[in-house]
């Protein structure tokens, strides 16, 4: 990190004139768009008052079938925030320089996933208002909460992320607030004023930024690192057949960066399609982010793999039971239709380099990757709870 | 599926709205990549 300062030259003002346009100027789309969501969102949360009312049964949800698609979608959307982290904090420690467009765009996506994610927790839980259980406070008379619940270590995991996450996004936001409170003279200045903690761009000031996020950047890996592993022990520790495995931590942790790398990749396609940054992510950043995915791609496949190979070798009737069901059983169209969106698509796509320069193609890519990625997050709770040890207990689940 | 869907169009709508509250690409980090030779000819 380099105080940008002395770079002044002709391409100065285009940087600040093209970067900022988006926050001066509003299309009446724009509207149009939000009160859209916001219509939708207000769907969702009527729904979920119409939840509180009548009792988490409403979702479908019962006995073999304890988890469905709030689970899956927690996991999903856990898994969406690696995208930050990853491009950003890997990236940044490995010095690439091409990331520099990039991170923005998937920090933010970090920070919105875990809040999307946290809130699949309190629907998760029916009963929210005693939300409390989880705040992991000390219980020396050995009262609730249970340190043994997988929810439990959910909540922890999540809230240690959401808060590296939060200041991971504000440290460089510093600099950038400290220029839109300088440049902006509506509304939003008081609030420019107050985010950007006096910055005035010092070598001090600059010196300080660079030793934080020295810091930051290593921790936020880890604890990327580790969040998934802890939302892979949820199954790992289970005796659910087809959970009770090692390699869910590791298979748990590419899989989250696999569909993060893609959600990038869709959101960079459409900023800049839609605020005319051609100049600041060019091809040669969809080329990277579509190696990134093969890689990626290679990774989970690999894992997938093991995961099933062992199984397979070991054919115990329980676990087989499983596996059956998505090789040729109920569950065998989404399941295949995931194989095809996440793995070979990509696979036979991503090898190609004149794919990778296209940006449409990568993003297809990215859009094939999250939805083959949401149906593997499903399949991998409903085929094993809908299949217990005993098979007078078997059930299905469809979500209502 | 409702709650799902309004959750995913929750994601959308504050993506939409941080963009009119931050840069979507870091400035400061745009300006100290021309300093390593970037482009914005």
């Known amino acids: ?400 | 599926m409702t709650i799902v869907a309004g959750s995913l169009a929750l994601a959308i709508l504050l993506y939409v709205l941080a963009v009119k509250f931050v840069p979507i690409i870091s400035v400061w980090e745009e300006k100290e990549g021309l300093m390593h030779g970037g482009r914005h000819e």
């Open chain 1, 1 to 400: 990190m380099t105080n940008p300062a002395p770079a002044d030259g002709p391409q100065i003002p285009k940087i600040n004139r093209d970067l900022l346009e988006p926050l001066l100027s509003t299309h009446w789309s724009y509207f149009l768009l939000v009160g859209a969501l916001a219509g939708l969102v207000a769907a969702g949360a009527g729904a979920w008052s119409y939840q509180f009312r009548t009792g988490i049964g409403q979702t479908n949800l019962h006995p073999p079938v304890f988890w469905g698609v709030y689970i899956a979608s927690f996991i999903f959307w856990v898994g969406a925030s690696h995208s930050g982290t990853f491009i950003s904090g890997v990236l940044r420690l490995t010095k690439a320089e091409w990331r520099r467009p990039v991170t923005r765009i998937a920090e933010l996506m970090t920070f919105i996933s875990l809040i999307i994610a946290t809130l699949f927790v309190f629907y998760h839980l029916g009963r929210v208002w005693r939300w409390y259980y989880l705040i992991p406070y000390p219980n020396q008379r050995e009262i609730w909460p249970n340190f043994r619940s997988p929810l439990m270590w959910d909540a922890m995991a999540v809230f240690t992320y959401a808060t590296a996450s939060t200041i991971y996004l504000y440290l460089p936001l510093i600099p950038d607030f400290a220029l839109m409170r300088d440049r902006i003279e509506d509304w939003r200045k008081p609030l420019y004023r107050v985010l950007s903690l006096g910055w005035q761009g010092t070598q001090h000031q600059w010196q300080v930024l660079e030793t934080a996020m020295r810091i930051i950047t290593p921790l936020i890996v880890m604890v990327m690192v580790s969040v998934h592993s802890i939302v892979g022990w949820d199954f790992g520790v289970s005796l659910v057949p087809a959970w009770h495995s090692t390699i869910f931590a590791p298979y748990f942790v590419v899989g989250a960066v696999h569909s993060g790398v893609g959600l990038v990749v869709i959101g960079m396609y459409i900023l800049r399609k839609v605020y005319h940054l051609e100049d600041y992510i060019g091809q040669e950043h969809f080329d990277k982010m579509g190696k990134l995915l093969l890689l990626t791609t290679l990774g989970l496949a690999y894992l997938y793999f093991a995961e099933l190979l062992t199984i397979w070798y070991g054919n115990i009737p329980d676990h087989m039971w499983v596996v059956d069901s998505l090789l040729s059983g109920p569950f065998a169209v989404p399941f295949w239709f995931m194989v095809a969106c996440v793995y070979v698509i990509p696979l036979l796509a991503l090898t190609l380099p004149a794919f990778r320069r296209r940006p449409l193609g990568v993003m297809v890519i990215g859009v094939l990757i999250n939805i083959g990625m949401y149906i593997e997050r499903v399949l991998l709770i409903v085929p094993p709870l809908s299949y217990p040890r005993l098979p007078f207990n078997w059930d299905t689940y469809v979500p209502s």
